[in-house]
């Protein structure tokens, strides 16, 4: 079965640094990787995601994550991070042979201090 | 990418009672989900709507709790049967597009006194 970790509860990054929040995964089979994002009192808005092709993948709001195999990970990056990127940060995974069976990380607070 | 409604939004239940929480997405979808988040967790499926088919549901939890429709291609319920305290959550309803993207509704915050 698959699964995710999220080794950070909570990262803290002031504005304008770049940010990175790391994910690992186990699945069997080839990966289909995720991440989604969630503000307050709002539901899971999707960020990016990768299935085949090249290992650096864009999203939305300048964000962007590396696949790599090797280590099993997909961590979110970003640049130079805003005030307003402070949220909740889901990564998910599933395999491509499971298209019902999505397993979420257990979420990473990112705060960006003025 | 798809839209999603739900409703309620929010609601306060009474232990023992029943609330149904509706989810409409704005196009035809295959695969339609149903999740909990519980307070301060991560999202974890209850199980997958079937149109014109009972749900398949995952381990913990069955069908009399959480008796699901989706009578259609665009519309699914869930029901939270003979509530308690341990199921105040966000309920969040998700669809799988052609582009193997999933999309989530906006969530139903449950409060069961």
């Known amino acids: 079965a698959q699964s995710v970790a999220q080794p950070e509860d909570q990262v803290n990054v002031a504005e304008g640094n770049p940010l990175t929040v790391k994910c690992t995964y186990s699945v069997s089979g080839n990966p289909y990787l995720f991440w989604y994002v969630q503000y307050p009192n709002r539901g899971l808005q999707f960020l990016l995601k990768?299935?085949?092709?090249?290992?650096l993948v864009k999203g939305s709001y300048g964000f962007e994550a590396e696949f790599n195999k090797s280590q099993t990970s997909f961590h979110l990056k970003k640049p130079s991070a805003l005030v307003s990127d402070s949220a909740l940060y889901f990564c998910?995974?599933?395999?491509?042979?499971?298209?019902?069976?999505?397993?979420f990380g257990a979420g990473t607070r990112l705060t960006v201090k003025p | 990418s798809a839209v999603i409604s739900q409703k309620p939004s929010r609601d306060i239940c009474q232990r023992g009672t029943s609330l149904t929480i509706q989810c409409q997405v704005d196009?035809?979808?295959?695969?339609m989900f149903w999740y909990r988040q519980q307070p301060g967790q991560s999202l974890t499926l209850i199980a997958t709507a079937n149109q014109g088919s009972e749900a398949t549901y995952e381990s913990g939890f069955v069908i009399d709790k959480f008796p699901i429709s989706r009578p259609n291609l665009t519309f699914s319920t869930l029901t939270v049967s003979n509530m308690s305290p341990e199921d105040s959550s966000i309920y969040l309803c998700?669809?799988?597009?052609?582009?193997?993207?999933?999309?989530f509704g906006p969530g139903t915050r449950l409060t069961v006194l």
């Open positions: 998910a995974v599933r395999a491509s042979s499971r298209m019902n069976d999505m397993r």
């Open positions: 990768y299935i085949t092709g090249d290992n």
């Open positions: 998700s669809v799988l597009d052609g582009y193997n993207e999933q999309f």
């Open positions: 196009s035809q979808v295959t695969m």
